[in-house]
């Protein structure tokens, strides 16, 4: 079961059935070891099962202990930051030249948002989650991440005419801001457009390693991101320190 879902990624039940022919019922059982254990664990937006850890023989991004540890960390503060205001949190990883969602409090709002998805991949230029990374990244390889991506149709730059001085403007203005918004006229990776807005803080362990980007959203609206941010942006903030803090303080239990 483990290497179905090393091998082929996020998994329902049924599809874990199909894979492995077990019975529904064994794998149930298999399952709740399993995340009782901190080898699996299930999305909460989705309900999917994903591996915690590496095997040997795969090398799936979704496969990473790493990840899983942050999930867990930043989950139970996530949940407490919707369950109090309401909007949604999505938690941003980067991948490669773009971010990906790793964990979402949406289907816990009680407004109506975009289901998204996890393992979605952003624009990391676009998305709030992204900007609130990049605005974190010391310069040099803000350099690089521009230069690796400045030709990708769909993940880089260009898409937004974004020169490198435009984009080192736009990042100290939300230095001074203190989050990372949504750049206009970004509509996410999905069809049709999402009608969402969001803001973002960086995600960083207790030594300050830069880790990924802890998003806020609202419908577009609602209010615009200044607005928001007056109102909510003190909250979010407050939650990333506490996963922060949470991930300095855990010990590394994931098999390596």
């Not at 867990?72 to 989950?75: G, I, Q």
């Not at 909250?235 to 803090?245: F, V």
């Given at each position: 079961m ?27 059982r ?21 591996i915690?850890?590496?095997l ?10 790493a990840?899983?540890?942050?999930v867990?960390?930043?989950?139970p ?39 998204g ?28 991440l ?24 736009e ?34 362990k207790g ?14 609206i ?12 003190k ?22």
């Open positions: 483990l290497e179905a879902l090393g091998g082929h990624g996020a998994c329902s039940l049924h599809l874990l059935h199909e894979l492995t022919k077990l019975p529904k019922s064994t794998l149930r298999l399952l709740a070891t399993l995340v009782k254990r901190r080898l699996v664990r299930q999305g909460l937006n989705d309900r999917l099962y994903r915690s850890i590496s040997p023989t795969l090398s799936r991004a979704e496969a990473s202990p990840t899983a540890e942050i867990e960390a930043a989950l503060h996530m949940q407490a930051l919707t369950t109090e205001i309401g909007w949604p949190s999505d938690l941003h990883m980067r991948h490669e030249s773009r971010m990906r969602i790793v964990e979402s409090t949406r289907v816990l709002s009680p407004f109506h948002v975009h289901g998805g996890i393992d979605l991949e952003v624009n990391i230029f676009g998305s709030a989650g992204g900007r609130a990374f990049l605005m974190s990244l010391d310069e040099e390889s803000l350099d690089s521009y230069k690796e991506t400045t030709k990708h149709p769909i993940f880089g730059p260009t898409r937004f005419g974004l020169t490198l001085e435009k984009l080192k403007y990042l100290f203005l939300m230095r001074k801001a203190g989050y990372g918004f949504r750049r206009a006229g970004y509509l996410g990776e999905s069809t049709p457009d999402d009608k969402l807005n969001a803001i973002a803080v960086p995600v960083r030594d300050g390693e830069l880790l990924g980007a802890l998003t806020l959203m609202w419908t577009r609602y209010l615009e991101h200044e607005a928001f941010a007056s109102r909510f942006l909250r979010l903030q407050l939650t990333a320190d506490a996963i922060s803090a949470d991930l300095n303080l855990t010990k590394k239990t994931f098999l390596q």
